[in-house]
Structure formats: structure tokens, C-alpha cells
């Protein structure tokens, strides 16, 4: 009798166990984000080309690349002007937003003219990149990738999901801010 409550002890003891976690019933992998990142490459690809394609046709205009991936020619170019804008300086700016086949999405007339905090304020990532490639009383054109423009949510007005745009931007004044004063 002696055994039997030993091994129904050393029964008890042994067979009983932590608590056993939930496993989950589907495990996540990667492969979403890895195909999230392939569409995006792809559509940049298709966007660039289509890009290049509108300034191989355009003989007139001298096209730069800015860093960003932005394209731009100068529609007025202010050679007695040094200073571009700064984190923090007051832009006074107009800009347009059109299509890529130039239908008009948002005139200028319609968004007015726009004080603008360098980097201080919330404008589509393409126009606060390219605020800062001008000078005081210059004017460019400006094609974007969807990704620089407003990106696969759009605007939730007249800019779709994933549209490429273009933008004719004018600084009319730059204020600079107290310490850039030199």
C-alpha cells in the first residue's frame, strides 16, 4: 500500500505541468510586407517611365533631378538671388497641382496664395521638398511619383490612390527666420 501511494504521488506531481501557452492558429510571416514592397517598386518603376517618357517629348525644357526623385524645370530663374529657403523661415508661395496629361486637379487661382513654415507645416512630401531647391521670385515645374505626391490614400477629394501629379510652384517672398540672418 505503501508503493501504491508513492506512485500515485510521484503520478500526481509529474503529470501535472505549468500552464500551456495558446499557440497562435495562423503564424505571420513577412511575405505581406515583402509583397507590399514589390508592388510599391513596381509602381515606381511604371511611374518613372512614364515620367521619362513626358520629358523625352519635351525638347523645350531643361529637366534636373532633384534628390528626393522629384523632376523640375525653371520656368523663371532670379540669378541676383542666393538665398533658398530654411527649416522655420515663412514662405509665401503659389502652386498648381495638375495631371501628368496637364488636367487641371487644383488650379492656383483656386488654392491661393500660401504661407508656408519651412518644414513646421503639413503640405504633400513633393512641395516641401521642392520649397526648398527655390529662390525668392523663381518659378518651376515640378513632376512627382505618386509616392512623393499624395500616395496610395490620395487626397480623399479629386487625387486618387497612387497618382502621379505635376505642380508649377512660385516662392513670391521668402522671410527669413531671425538666425539665418546674416
Known sequence: MKYL???LIAAILLGCGGPEPRRPIKAKTSSFFKESVERSKELLAAEEKIIAEIIAKDSFHDYNQSASGSWYFYEALNENAQ???QPDDLVTITYNILSLTNDTIYSAEEIGVVQYKVD???LFTGLRNSIKL?????TATFLYPSSLAYGYH???NRIGVNVPI???ISILKIEKQKDSLE
Not at 134 to 138: G, M, Q, R, W
Request: proline share 5%.
Open 134 to 138: 527655390l529662390k525668392e521670385k523663381e
Open 154 to 156: 490620395g487626397d480623399n
Open 120 to 122: 513646421k507645416q503639413e
Open 166 to 168: 505635376k505642380s508649377t
Open 83 to 85: 538665398y533658398k529657403p
Open 5 to 7: 501511494w508513492f506512485i
